[in-house]
Structure formats: C-alpha cells, structure tokens
C-alpha cells in the first residue's frame, strides 16, 4: 500500500504534464460531480412536492430518456471527433441544468423542471463512450494512457462518496435550484476545458451504429439460448432495481422517517457509497475461489438484515451503519455474481453479455423508482425498506438449486490464477480481472536451447514461466535467469518498443503466454498493477537491467 501512495505524485504527474489529458480529466471530474448531485436534487425536490411516489415517477422520467438514448450516444463518436461529442454532451449537460436552474429558482411549474432535468440526466449518457474514444489518441505515451485510466478510475470512485456529501451540503444551505445552478456552472466549466481539444477523426460512420444493434441483438439471443446466463444476468440485474428503489428511498427516510433536511437525503447516499467502497476490499477473497455461490449468498444475507434492521429501527445511527453495511454486501455480490458470469458464458460473447447487462442497468432504476413509492403507498418506509431487504434473496432463493448446479459446474483455472497471483505485477488485481487473465493464458512449450523471444523483434506476448529455466541476454551477456513464477516480455508491451532482449530456454520450459492486448487492458486499467508495472520497467531499464 505504501509503494501504491508513493506513485500517486507520478500518476497526477504523467496525467497533468500532458495539457490535452489534463483539460480531459478535470472536465470529467466536474462531470461526475455534477452528475451525482443534480440526481440527488431532483429526488429531493421531486420528494419534496409529492412524496415517494413523485420522486419514483420523476426519477423513471429522468431514466427512461437516457435509457433509449444510451445506445446512440455509444455510437456518436464512430461518426464525429470524439472531442467535439464531448464538448456538446457538455454543453447539453450545461443547458438542462441551467434551465432546470432557472424554473427551480423562478418557483416555475415543477412539469418544466423535471422535463428540463431529463435533458440533462439523457446528456449524460454522451460523455463516458465519447471519453473512452478520445483518451487513448491523446496520450503521447503508453505510459500516458496507463495513468489516464487509473485517474479516470479514481475519479468515479471518488465520486461515489463525494458528490452526494456536497450535494447534501448545498440541499441543506440553499435548495434544489441552487445545487443545479452551480452544477451548470460546473459543467460549463468542463466545455471550456475540452474545447480545444478536438481530438482524432471519427473511427467510423453507420456501419458503426449497425454493428452495436447487431451486437445487441446477438447478446439477447445467447442470453435466451442459455439458462446458467440468463439467471445470472436477472440477478445482477435486480440488483439496479434495489439501488434505484434506494435512490427514490434515501429521500423518503431522510426526510419522511427520521425527520431531517433536505441534505441527509445526501448523506445517506454517501453512506451508502462508503459501505461499497468498503466493500471492494472483502472482494480479495474472491480470487481463486472454486465456489462462489457461498460467497453470493452470504452478501445477500448481509444486505437483507442490513434492510430489514433498518425497516424495524429506523433511527439516524442505524441508518448510517446499515446504508454502509448494504453497500458493502453488495459489492461482494456484484463482484461475485460477475465472476460467476465470466465463468459459464461463451469466452467470445463475453464483451456483449456484459455489454446487455449494462444496458439492463438504466431499466433496472427505473423499475426500483417505480417500485419504491408503491411499497412506500401501501405501508410506509418501513415496507418498502423490507421490500428492499427481500428482493435479491427471493430472487435467488427462486434459482437456488439451478444456482447452486452453476457454481458446481463452472471451471475455475486454480493452477492459472495462483501462479499469475505469483507475480507482484498481477497480485493488487480484483478477483474477476485476474481470473478472466487466467482463462485468456495460452500454454507455450519450448525445449532447452531454443529462443523463446530475440531482441530488437516486436513484442505480441507476455509470458510467465509455470516450469523450467529461462536465459535473459543482450550482446554483453546473461543478465538473468528466471524460474517458476517470473515474467517477461512487458517492457516491449508497455513501452511500445522492440524486445530489449534475448531470452532463452535453459532446460525445456513450460510458458503460459498473454496476448498484448489483454495484459495491457488489465495492467493499465488497475492503480495498483499499474504503479507496479512502471516500478518494475524502470528496474528493468536501470543499469545493469535484468529482463527483457
């Protein structure tokens, strides 16, 4: 841990030394702040005039838009430069909120309000896939692109606990309109940074937006042709009807049961946001597991005597422990419930079952808005706290036994992921990344004497001895040997340079062998793996280096 802190400094540095991935990053910071806290405004607002069952109706309202329009916004940046889709998705962002602004501040009729609210909740579906276009030309380094990602990462997590603090912070000093005020202000902001910042030509054009709806359509066949997918799939995403009946609910207990402000509507989202922030340590123990269901169905037993506590004694102290202890427990059973996925889906359809699963999540929190006020309609908090507490645990109480045949039934490559668990490069890796790495090694065998990788060649590969002895040499000599549990072939990859040197079996070797773009995808996508992946190129690199 004090390795990873050390490297922050040279993380923020790589980012901020370059002026087009630091205008980039600063705007989606003041994106996701704004994102959060004008979500969380709206519920209030909305709660504040009708109760739950406005703010349920309000928020599917928000939801449903943005749903429809996510796919397209996906594709915008096949079609036009992926700067300018970001500018103008922060600038539409900018438009609703400042008109929601206005009628707020203005007293205008609340209609007006939600529908310009809506604007700006559809807006924000442009800017994560416009982004994701336009990093990797800005980067002028590999190096650059690595701690692009991990400021990205950081700054969405970040934001989870933040943005609803501050929201419930300007709730509690000013209102609604004024939280959607300064957001708009924020979101100007954010195009102003990436104005100049065009960005590379579009990658593509119809055919573009063709592919994503064959994709999707592909995804909803696989996941009807297999019943271990589809259960999975259902359960992970019940999960966003629980989060959005919270979102509508948050509001409700602040205000409603324990007779606080606006702003604790905020805090308690907070709350919430630490548990899962918490939670993502516990998910360590994931990696490697043979069974998971255990692990799944103990975070559900967790999530529902977090809810069912809270529904029987809602005060303020238990509220804040429970919100925290639920959004632990679900994080073990997304990462759980991810996992398990990863195991029984077709390896090639992976990317458009995870992709439909996302595209469930919208659906998913507009269904829990609906369902909120109506259990809150028929016995208070209290039962649709209950309702909550109840949900995940009958929907998996109803697939338990073909649950329990899944986990039984999946592969789990042990010998992989305890040797990649081997290398510090791999080790900070969460549970599902490593084990999808562990599944992507190709085994490689190479008898004694011959060249696995010559210097001056391109790199394609990583490698990782299983067993046997590897030379590691340049013209000067051997300057290493490596055994069981030692890689090379990443300075090539990282660095995008040729191999910087030879290495060759010294007895016949097993290699179990990861593509470039798989090892780079995991390395620069993880803080930690980055920090150390940097630390052990520039050792490498050093006089006297020791490996390819």
């Not at 990053?25 to 969380?40: H, Q």
């Not at 009946?245 to 604790?264: H, N």
């Not at 109803?398 to 668990?421: C, H, K, M, T």
Request: proline share 6%; aromatic share 6%.
């Amino acid at each position: 841990m004090a390795t990873y802190l050390r490297r922050i400094p040279a993380v923020l540095g790589s980012v901020f030394g370059n002026p087009e991935l630091r205008r980039v990053e600063l705007a989606f910071a003041g994106f996701n702040a704004a994102e959060w806290a004008v979500w969380i405004a709206m519920i209030v607002y909305a709660y504040d005039r009708g109760g739950a069952t406005t703010a349920g109706l309000v928020a599917l309202a928000q939801l449903l838009p943005a749903a429809l329009f996510a796919p397209v916004a996906a594709t915008l940046g096949d079609r036009s430069p992926p700067g300018r889709v970001l500018l103008w998705g922060y600038v539409a962002q900018a438009a609703g909120m400042g008109l929601t602004a206005t009628v707020l501040l203005a007293d205008g009729p609340a209609a007006l309000a939600y529908a310009s609210a809506a604007l700006a909740a559809t807006a924000v579906t442009i800017t994560r896939p416009a982004q994701a276009a336009l990093v990797p030309a800005l980067a002028r380094r590999p190096e650059e692109l690595t701690a692009a990602n991990v400021v990205a990462g950081w700054i969405e997590g970040l934001s989870v606990l933040v943005a609803p603090a501050v929201a419930g912070l300007l709730l509690g000093v000013s209102g609604p309109g004024w939280v959607f005020a300064v957001m708009a202000a924020v979101a100007v902001a954010s195009a102003v940074l990436v104005a100049p910042v065009p960005g590379p030509p579009p990658a593509g054009g119809q055919e573009a937006r063709s592919a994503v709806l064959a994709e999707t359509a592909e995804s909803i066949r696989l996941v009807r042709r297999e019943p271990a997918v589809r259960l999975l799939v259902v359960l992970l995403g019940l999960q966003f009807v629980a989060i959005g009946a919270l979102d509508v609910l948050f509001a409700e207990l602040a205000i409603g049961v324990l007779d606080r402000d606006d702003a604790w509507a905020g805090y308690l989202n907070a709350a919430f946001g630490l548990g899962g922030t918490l939670g993502i340590a516990a998910t360590v123990a994931l990696v490697g597991r043979r069974r998971l269901v255990p692990a799944l169905l103990a975070a559900l037993a967790a999530w529902a005597a977090a809810f069912l506590v809270l529904g029987l004694e809602p005060t303020l102290a238990t509220a804040l422990v429970l919100l925290t202890l639920g959004g632990a427990a679900r994080s073990v059973y997304d990462v759980a419930g991810r996992t398990l996925l990863q195991r029984v889906a077709p390896t090639a359809l992976l990317a458009r079952v995870f992709g439909l699963l996302e595209g469930l999540t919208m659906a998913g929190l507009a269904l829990g808005s609906l369902l909120a006020p109506a259990l809150v309609a028929l016995g208070g908090a209290e039962l649709a706290l209950l309702g909550v507490a109840a949900l995940l645990p009958l929907a998996a109480l109803v697939g338990g036994r073909r649950l329990l045949r899944i986990d039984r039934a999946a592969d789990v490559p042990v010998v992989e992921i305890g040797l990649l668990r081997s290398l510090p490069l791999f080790a900070p890796l969460g549970a599902a990344t490593l084990e999808s790495l562990a599944r992507a090694l190709e085994p490689v065998d190479a008898a004694a004497g011959s060249v696995v990788i010559r210097e001056g060649d391109p790199g394609d590969r990583f490698f990782v001895v299983a067993d046997g002895e590897i030379d590691v040499s340049r013209s000067d000599g051997v300057t290493a040997v490596l055994r069981r549990g030692d890689g090379f072939g990443e300075i090539a990859l990282l660095r995008d340079v040729p191999r910087t040197a030879t290495c060759t079996a010294r007895t016949d070797v097993v290699l179990q062998a990861l593509a470039k773009d798989d090892f780079l995808v995991a390395v620069t996508g993880h803080v930690g793996a980055a920090a150390e992946a940097d630390r052990l190129v520039d050792a490498r690199l050093a006089p006297d280096p020791a490996g390819p």
